[in-house]
């Protein structure tokens, strides 16, 4: 079982940054793909990045390359967002999730999820 707890979340300008974070616990982090969802009020969540296990290989949704960039350290068991150029379109809560093995842009392929930390972009 894994648990992942994200954090980072918060009000923030347009143009601005932010860099989200998510911990694992529970299983061995590197056999886990990871991914970054967001969900805006009222709408479907959505994919965001994703990592292979090793964070060799990183995948962006069109909607945020150039961006957004994910990280993860192995070593201490955590993912990154960095998320740069805030735009109001950007708010929603921002979930990592785990996928054993192999990463997907799919939210219904990943086996755990993080409660979610909010981004709100002001105008």
């Known amino acids: 079982q894994v648990q992942l707890v994200e954090s980072g979340g918060g009000l923030v300008q347009a143009g601005g940054s932010l860099r989200l974070s998510c911990a694992a616990s529970?299983?061995?982090?590197?056999?886990?793909?990871m991914g970054w969802f967001r969900q805006a009020p009222g709408k479907e969540r959505e994919f965001v990045a994703a990592?292979?296990?090793?964070?060799?290989?990183?995948y962006s949704a069109d909607s945020v390359k150039g961006r957004f960039t994910a990280s993860r350290d192995n070593a201490k068991n955590t993912v990154h967002l960095q998320i740069n150029s805030l735009k109001p379109e950007d708010t929603a809560v921002y979930y990592c999730?785990?996928?054993?093995?192999?990463?997907?842009?799919?939210?219904?392929?990943?086996?755990?999820w993080g409660q979610g930390t909010q981004v709100t972009v002001s105008s």
């Open positions: 999730a785990a996928r054993y093995y192999a990463w997907s842009a799919e939210k219904a392929d990943y086996d755990y």
């Open positions: 529970g299983g061995t982090f590197s056999n886990y793909a």
């Open positions: 990592l292979s296990r090793s964070g060799g290989r990183t």
